[in-house]
């Protein structure tokens, strides 16, 4: 080990911007030399504590952070060193510091979401939603006054199981009217209390889940028109903004906990952990948790294409007809949706089976034990089409215009990958930087139908003509025209 530093190091002094883990690091490098070392003096350190001092052969090189130390910038530190040698350093470290700079922010980042739940006085809500899109946060935001139930307090649980009369006893003695009710769908015999009190009391009720399996297979009382129906999805491009990071969307999905996690990895592990603990087991949806397993893989290996119930009853050794209820248990617990065919034909045979989707690419990536996916893979463009879909189905409902979305695919393999509303506009998807293929797809449908528009969404980074009836639009374009209502 060198026992001295080189003396060109201290040729000249220099001032430079820098991250503060240069400064550890030259504390560390300096205590392996003679005659260098990193020290505080007490007398500053008492004076300015936010100072940090360096002292190399008798000379006081003194820091000071400008601005809070988590975010830990603003250094500027004079030093006798090679600046070559340290301009090196720094790029590599402030990187490091900036990846972290942006993940405390994500920490610290208060999404406003772009779903609004405004009722009249004589109307309450559902608010659907698939566990840990921010039901709770959304309505603690919007509905501060209420009084709240949370029916995941086990002993209030209990309570109200056995007796739901005693929930009209418990709102008398509340200033407030306006009532919250979160995990609704555990107490599904809860409803006929709650129909009453809106009835005889003129309460107002907001009513939360994350399953609607009970009420569609329970015929459970729905409030006969009383309650409008809301649904959050996870989080959106309108939502982040500058802060949206496509390539982290696609690997670990748009679920606010995990898109903006520390340890996106850790925490979908445990969401499919969880969602199979309790979901599943505690509601007794199905006793074969093995089969169901298997069943779920299966299932995120051929996300977004054609449903095939005898290739994935073979792959989970059950049957076809078991399969058939394991994509329902999905469907009503809110964790995937389908997409369905279109079906008005002129003059081709069409394919009419479905394709599934689970809610969020993330979920995807955590049951296959992705960790990366790279641009120009058949599992990255997968990904890509998931996530455009995902911002048409939440557009689609945020608006309020209810248009269908569907795709088209003939019986010789020819496919528009999205259409939105009545062939209004039609769309190819693709993860590609170049895109050079005509689109047949467009092409073979714009002979039957009228479209408005023809669009190709892709990561090419300038918009086009790629002829005068077809646009190719890069993915952020896109996107924010169609938060702007200016695609549907």
Same mark, same amino acid.
């Given at each position: 080990?060198?026992?001295?530093?080189?003396?060109?190091?201290?040729?000249?002094?220099?001032?430079?911007?820098?991250?503060?883990?240069?400064?550890y690091?030259?504390?560390?490098?300096?205590?392996q030399?003679?005659?260098c070392?990193?020290?505080?003096?007490?007398?500053? $350190?008492?004076?300015?504590?936010?100072?940090?001092?360096?002292?190399?052969?008798?000379?006081?090189?003194?820091?000071?952070?400008?601005?809070?130390?988590?975010?830990?910038?603003? =250094?500027?530190?004079?030093?006798? =060193?090679?600046?070559?040698?340290?301009?090196?350093?720094t790029?590599?470290?402030?990187?490091?510091?900036?990846?972290?700079?942006?993940?405390?922010?994500?920490?610290?980042?208060?999404?406003?979401?772009?779903?609004?739940?405004?009722?009249?006085?004589?109307?309450?809500?559902?608010?659907?939603?698939?566990?840990?899109?921010?039901?709770?946060?959304l309505?603690?935001?919007?509905?501060?006054?209420?009084?709240?139930?949370?029916?995941?307090?086990?002993?209030?649980?209990?309570?109200?199981?056995?007796?739901?009369?005693?929930?009209?006893?418990?709102?008398?003695?509340?200033?407030?009217?306006?009532?919250?009710?979160?995990?609704?769908?555990?107490?599904?015999?809860?409803?006929?209390?709650?129909?009453?009190? =809106?009835?005889?009391?003129?309460?107002?009720?907001?009513?939360?889940?994350?399953?609607?399996?009970?009420?569609?297979?329970?015929?459970?009382?729905?409030?006969?028109?009383?309650?409008?129906?809301?649904?959050?999805?996870?989080?959106?491009?309108?939502?982040?903004?500058?802060?949206?990071?496509?390539?982290?969307?696609?690997?670990?999905?748009?679920?606010?906990?995990?898109?903006?996690?520390?340890?996106?990895?850790?925490?979908?592990?445990?969401?499919?952990?969880?969602?199979?603990?309790?979901?599943?087991?505690?509601e007794?949806?199905?006793?074969?948790?093995?089969?169901?397993?298997?069943?779920?893989?299966?299932?995120?290996?051929?996300?977004?294409?054609?449903?095939?119930?005898?290739?994935?009853?073979?792959?989970?050794?059950?049957?076809?007809k078991?399969?058939?209820?394991?994509?329902?248990?999905l469907?009503?617990?809110l964790?995937?949706?389908?997409?369905?065919?279109?079906?008005k034909? $002129? $003059?081709?045979?069409?394919?009419?089976?479905?394709?599934?989707?689970?809610?969020?690419?993330?979920?995807?990536?955590?049951?296959l034990?992705?960790?990366?996916?790279?641009?120009?893979?058949?599992?990255?463009?997968?990904?890509?089409?998931?996530?455009?879909?995902?911002?048409?189905?939440?557009?689609?409902?945020?608006?309020?215009?209810?248009?269908?979305?569907?795709?088209?695919?003939?019986?010789?393999?020819?496919?528009?990958?999205?259409?939105?509303?009545?062939?209004?506009?039609?769309?190819?998807?693709?993860?590609?930087?170049?895109?050079?293929?005509?689109?047949?797809?467009?092409?073979?449908?714009?002979?039957?139908?009228?479209?408005?528009?023809?669009?190709?969404?892709?990561?090419?980074?300038?918009?086009?003509?790629?002829?005068?009836?077809?646009?190719?639009?890069?993915?952020?374009?896109?996107?924010?025209?169609?938060?702007?209502?200016?695609?549907?």
């Amino acid at each position: 080990m060198m026992k001295s530093l080189p003396a060109y190091l201290f040729q000249k002094e220099e001032l430079i911007n820098i991250p503060p883990p240069i400064f550890y690091l030259i504390q560390t490098i300096s205590s392996q030399f003679q005659h260098c070392n990193v020290a505080v003096p007490p007398a500053v $350190k008492q004076k300015t504590p936010s100072f940090r001092v360096l002292k190399v052969r008798g000379f006081v090189f003194r820091a000071s952070c400008s601005m809070h130390p988590p975010l830990g910038v603003g =250094i500027a530190v004079i030093f006798m =060193i090679n600046k070559p040698l340290l301009l090196i350093i720094t790029n590599i470290l402030t990187q490091a510091s900036n990846y972290h700079i942006k993940q405390n922010m994500r920490n610290n980042m208060i999404v406003k979401r772009f779903q609004n739940i405004q009722l009249p006085a004589n109307r309450s809500a559902f608010l659907w939603g698939p566990r840990k899109t921010g039901k709770t946060t959304l309505l603690k935001q919007q509905f501060a006054d209420a009084f709240w139930i949370d029916l995941l307090d086990y002993d209030l649980f209990l309570r109200l199981s056995q007796r739901p009369a005693l929930l009209g006893q418990i709102l008398e003695a509340q200033s407030s009217k306006t009532v919250v009710i979160d995990e609704v769908q555990k107490i599904p015999h809860l409803m006929d209390e709650i129909h009453r009190l =809106i009835e005889n009391k003129s309460y107002r009720f907001v009513l939360s889940g994350s399953s609607a399996r009970k009420f569609r297979r329970g015929h459970v009382n729905l409030l006969g028109g009383r309650a409008w129906r809301f649904e959050l999805y996870p989080l959106v491009t309108s939502e982040l903004k500058d802060d949206f990071d496509l390539d982290r969307a696609l690997v670990f999905g748009l679920l606010p906990s995990h898109y903006l996690s520390p340890d996106s990895e850790m925490d979908l592990k445990s969401y499919v952990n969880d969602y199979l603990k309790e979901e599943i087991q505690a509601e007794a949806l199905t006793r074969n948790i093995p089969a169901f397993s298997r069943f779920l893989y299966s299932a995120a290996l051929t996300n977004g294409m054609l449903l095939n119930y005898s290739n994935a009853a073979r792959d989970s050794g059950v049957s076809a007809k078991t399969i058939r209820e394991y994509y329902q248990i999905l469907e009503d617990t809110l964790i995937g949706r389908q997409l369905m065919p279109w079906k008005k034909s $002129k $003059k081709r045979r069409l394919i009419e089976t479905s394709k599934f989707f689970f809610f969020d690419t993330g979920l995807v990536s955590a049951l296959l034990n992705y960790k990366s996916l790279s641009p120009g893979t058949m599992e990255y463009g997968r990904a890509f089409e998931h996530f455009i879909l995902h911002e048409c189905w939440a557009y689609r409902h945020y608006s309020r215009l209810d248009f269908p979305i569907t795709f088209w695919r003939t019986a010789g393999g020819s496919e528009v990958d999205l259409i939105l509303g009545d062939a209004e506009v039609v769309l190819e998807i693709k993860s590609s930087v170049n895109v050079r293929e005509r689109p047949k797809g467009i092409h073979l449908f714009q002979e039957e139908y009228h479209c408005k528009k023809r669009l190709i969404v892709s990561r090419e980074p300038l918009p086009r003509k790629l002829n005068a009836n077809i646009t190719v639009l890069p993915w952020k374009i896109f996107c924010e025209m169609l938060w702007a209502g200016q695609i549907i």
